[in-house]
């Protein structure tokens, strides 16, 4: 983080054939396509991991501390972090992501964003991160059996990299001191604590859509259980051959890459804005999660110069989606 | 709204008094033993009375050719837990308004302290502290931090990872998110579908580990929210332990319970929502008697209530 760049500079910078990233030719994977793909060997469905989350999280981090966006749409992710994580859900969100920015940039003409166009700036934005991260992370597998266990030890590294982050580098020395079954069982409690936190289940009423829901939400928790064990076996014992295959092998997670230092600190509360042109232009070749920072980082920053009035939609297009 | 684990309680005793009955159809008692959680599922869910008769009909139209796996049974297992949920909320919504008037009328964030203390109550009697299942030990600790695989992970951030995968897990469920329209509105749908996480655990935390005594007597001991000296309660303790005290008529109890503990009382309506439903599914019933019976038509916050709220706001702003 030695090199210190502004928007204008990241406007010049960006555009340099060469000094970008792998953002050009990103597949057209949507961020639920990954996540519908995944099947267990044993027919339960993976539904959504926390990988794509945990990176939206960062991505988000970063840019808010950023000195390439713009206050309001760091104040915009900042206050509509909710809606920021739930853009995943977004289909063909390359269709819609213009319209759902350009509010937000008429507002900035106008000195003032409201809550709505706000609220729609983050919700496009995580769906940008979403699309880096599973773009990154899933765009190349193979088998759909073997998508689910990649991206269970995917999230498993992550939590991991993340406690160790909030607990100053010094927890889980110890892996194998709960058992399985601990780690089990903590797990399905942690979701009966979500469940308490949303206090009860919304319904689909929408068109006679209710009995197909009920029979879903039955069918995802049965699934949800064995799923979990199969995450505490990932915690607790983890496979050897599954943690090369997965983890060492392809480098997903390199914790001594700057971007991913820098997205831990922040994690852990730094408050200082920072740079991080030098990390992301570094992150093209280093560890899959440290990518996909760089591709969402790029994404925000792209969105804030939109935002801000320096491109036009034509060029918010070319820089996000095209080769 | 009453709450969480009450709900969840409210089915679980009731459905075992239901299990324990011979008015009971064999079809329900079939589909509790097999699918007991998922009936979990639906008393944690809104929305009940408005989808009862419509899924108690198909349930009962295809039981006789019902094949494993086609949802039938499923269905009618959180159909079940649906309608011991729609008992918590018409005995409990009138009573939070009634003894809390001040969180309604002030209209505080959050949820109300009457509920999480009965939530509290709830996890020590019938859950004992969280040794019995579906619930667990460490379930409203500070972070879990009495789980022996808490030291392992960061909680938190497991709970708030582990929590936003639910949440868009639900909201991937509902039909919208697949359907074409305009953005504006497809958004509008997102926004009106997301569940916020919203109820704070600390303080249930709080509440269980260091209670405010002057809300204990005002919600607890005062209104006489939980006698386990009352019949129908002994009697769903026992059932839940293994033994089913044969020494308790369960008519007795229900007509006793009328006049006890609100648990007790929440306990002899679930029950007597289960008895009505097993009779509509066997025929016994028409459904104009199941939805009177059901009280489908009637609010789960009475109007002289939720009057007596606004005339409490209203001299309030004066």
């Known amino acids: 983080m030695t090199s210190h760049i502004n928007r204008r500079d990241f406007l010049k910078k960006s555009t340099i054939a060469g000094v970008g990233l792998s953002f050009g030719g990103w597949m ?5 396509q990954a996540m519908a793909a995944a099947a267990l060997a044993n027919g339960h469905v993976l539904k959504m991991n926390i990988t794509p989350i945990a990176i939206a999280d960062d991505c988000a981090r970063l840019a808010i501390y950023s000195n390439v966006t713009v206050k309001p749409y760091q104040q915009a992710l900042a206050q509509n972090w909710d809606a920021m994580r739930i853009g995943g ?20 003409k106008h000195g003032n964003i409201d809550p709505k166009a706000a609220r729609n700036a983050a919700f496009a934005s995580g769906w940008l991160f979403h699309r880096a991260a599973n773009t990154e992370l899933y765009g190349k597998t193979t088998k759909a059996g073997d998508d689910a266990e990649r991206m269970i030890y995917h999230d498993v590294n992550v939590l991991r990299e993340m406690s160790l982050a909030e607990h100053g580098g010094k927890m889980a020395a110890n892996p194998s001191s709960p058992t399985v079954n601990d780690m089990h069982h903590l797990l399905l409690t942690l979701k009966q604590r979500t469940e308490l936190r949303l206090h009860t289940f919304n319904p689909d009423e929408r068109n006679g859509a209710t009995e197909n829901w009920v029979f879903k939400l039955g069918e995802w928790d049965k699934d949800y259980r064995p799923l979990l ?26 914790r001594t890459d700057a971007i ?8 852990a509360g730094l408050q200082e804005p920072v740079d991080l042109w030098q990390s992301v232009v570094a992150a093209k070749s280093q560890s899959l999660y440290a990518r996909a920072l760089a591709n969402g980082y790029y994404a925000a920053a792209v969105v804030s110069v939109f935002i801000a009035g320096d491109i036009d939609e034509v060029m918010l297009k070319t820089k996000l989606f095209s080769a | 709204m009453s709450e969480y684990i009450t709900h969840r309680a409210v089915y679980d005793d009731s459905a075992r008094l239901a299990l324990n009955s011979p008015e009971i159809c064999d079809a329900f008692k079939l589909t509790l033993k097999k699918h007991w959680e998922i009936g979990g599922l639906g008393s944690v869910t809104r929305g009940g009375d408005r989808n009862s008769v419509n899924l108690l009909e198909v349930c009962r139209d295809n039981w006789a050719s019902r094949k494993e796996g086609d949802g039938t049974e499923e269905k009618l297992a959180f159909l079940l837990g649906w309608r011991c949920h729609n008992t918590a909320d018409r005995m409990w919504k009138p009573i939070y308004r009634t003894l809390q008037p001040e969180h309604y009328v002030e209209e505080r964030e959050g949820v109300s302290d009457i509920r999480i203390y009965h939530d509290v109550i709830v996890f020590r009697e019938v859950y004992d502290h969280g040794r019995l299942a579906p619930l667990t030990l460490a379930f409203l600790d500070f972070q879990m931090e009495r789980h022996p695989a808490s030291s392992a992970i960061s909680v938190k951030r497991a709970e708030d990872l582990f929590g936003a995968m639910y949440q868009r897990t639900l909201l991937e469920l509902q039909s919208f998110v697949q359907e074409e329209m305009e953005i504006d509105a497809w958004l509008d749908w997102v926004f009106k579908k997301i569940q916020p996480l919203y109820v704070d655990l600390t303080a249930y935390t709080e509440a269980y580990y260091n209670p405010n005594t002057d809300y204990l007597r005002r919600f607890i001991i005062e209104p006489n929210f939980y006698d386990r000296s009352d019949a129908i309660i002994r009697l769903a303790r026992s059932i839940q332990l293994g033994e089913p005290d044969v020494g308790i008529d369960l008519q007795k109890a229900l007509q006793s319970a009328k006049s006890e503990s609100q648990y007790a009382q929440a306990l002899e309506w679930g029950y007597r929502y289960l008895k009505v439903s097993s009779d509509f599914f066997e025929h016994k019933i028409d459904e104009a008697t199941f939805s009177r019976l059901s009280d489908l038509d009637k609010p789960h916050k009475p109007k002289e209530i939720m009057d007596w709220i606004n005339y409490l706001k209203e001299k309030a702003r004066n």
Do not use: T
């Open chain 1, 89 to 108: 859900v977004l289909r063909h969100g390359e269709k819609h992501i213009a319209e759902l920015l350009i509010p937000a940039r008429n507002g900035m």
């Open chain 1, 260 to 267: 991913i230092r820098c997205a831990r600190e922040l994690q």
């Open chain 1, 229 to 254: 064990a199969r995450y505490a076996e990932a915690m607790v014992s983890p496979d050897s051959w599954k943690v090369k295959k997965y983890l060492e092998a392809p480098v997903f997670y390199d």
């Open chain 1, 28 to 32: 057209s994977l949507q961020p639920g």
